[in-house]
């Protein structure tokens, strides 16, 4: 049988635990989201001057020249451009 203090020791112990595995968990869930966040910011770089039609990214890119220039692509494809 356990004494009073001897309760009191491994309940503090078990929240000390507690605590530290929380702050690791939410350490690595902020590094995650952090190296998530960087990963998209880097994406989201223009790479080549916004001259698409030779850029290794091209067809993953969702910037806004990228866009253009598949959409101007489309057009060429369709037989000239289509102005609205
Ligand atoms: S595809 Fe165009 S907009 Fe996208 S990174 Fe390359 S050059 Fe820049």
Do not use: H, Y
């Not at 635990?17 to 910011?41: D, E, H, P």
């Not at 067809?59 to 289509?82: D, E």
Request: proline letters at 1%.
């Amino acid at each position: 049988m356990k004494s009073n203090g001897q309760d009191k020791l491994e309940r503090r112990e078990f929240l000390r635990s507690l605590g530290r595995w929380a702050t690791g968990g939410t350490m690595a869930l902020m590094s995650v989201t952090f190296a998530k966040r960087r990963q998209r910011l880097a994406a989201d770089n223009c790479i080549n001057k916004s001259i698409c039609c030779d850029c290794s990214r091209f067809s993953g890119c969702r910037l806004p020249a990228a866009i253009s220039a598949k959409q101007a692509q489309k057009n060429v494809q369709q037989g000239g451009m289509t102005n609205g």
